[in-house]
């Protein structure tokens, strides 16, 4: 029985002796609005004990939001941890390409500085002995630092980088010294 029922139900008007409606007509429409309503608020309590269920439910499996005593963190929380770490991924990305940059010019300048001395050498021209060691000393570690900083970002992340080979030795003959190079 719905609302609009009730409101179109008519009933016949009592015979002429009598004033107002047929009782008749009158008890079977309460009954049937009695029945409906005795079916509805045993859905009523039916639907309450299982969301009452549902609700022991999600404390007992500790769900909810984040002003709940559970604990667990709401969807916006979930949201915003995953586009902190996307932006954190990013960066490291970017933190590893740019080292990736660094150590590739360090070895080109290396490699430029190594093929200069060779040429100057080739020319018979007398270059600076200590200095030139210094120089290709100062290179290695360099490289050397930049590989071991690429390596330990590799190793702290999830997904490690492939790491850098080390700087290629020089092909010079001259004899690489461990002196302390000057800050760059």
């Known amino acids: ?27 079977d ?17 039916r639907l309450r004990t299982d969301m009452q269920r549902h609700r022991d439910w999600i404390r ?12 667990v963190p709401t969807v916006d929380a979930v949201l915003q941890q995953s586009r ?7 960066t ?12 590739r010019a360090a070895r080109a300048q290396a490699e430029a500085i190594l093929q200069q001395i060779r040429e100057q050498e080739g020319q018979g ?16 570690q360099i490289a050397q630092s930049l590989t071991a900083t ?11 980088a492939p790491a850098p080979s080390p700087a290629p030795a020089p092909s010079s003959s001259l004899p690489a010294t461990t002196g302390t190079p000057h800050s760059a």
């Open 1 to 27: 029985m719905t609302p609009e029922t009730l409101r179109s139900m008519t009933f016949p008007r009592a015979p002429l002796t009598r004033r107002g409606y047929s009782e008749e007509a009158v008890h």
């Open 150 to 160: 690429a390596d330990q970002y590799a190793t702290k992340h999830t997904a490690p």
């Open 92 to 103: 490291v990305f970017a933190a590893r390409e740019q080292a990736r940059t660094m150590l």
């Open 125 to 140: 021209g007398e270059a600076d002995q200590e200095e030139t060691e210094r120089l290709i000393s100062y290179l290695r």
């Open 29 to 45: 429409a309460l009954r049937r609005c009695a029945a409906t309503l005795t079916v509805l608020a045993e859905e009523n309590d």
């Open 60 to 71: 007992a499996n500790n769900i909810g939001d984040s002003g709940s005593p559970t604990g």
């Open 84 to 90: 902190a770490q996307q932006s954190a991924e990013q």
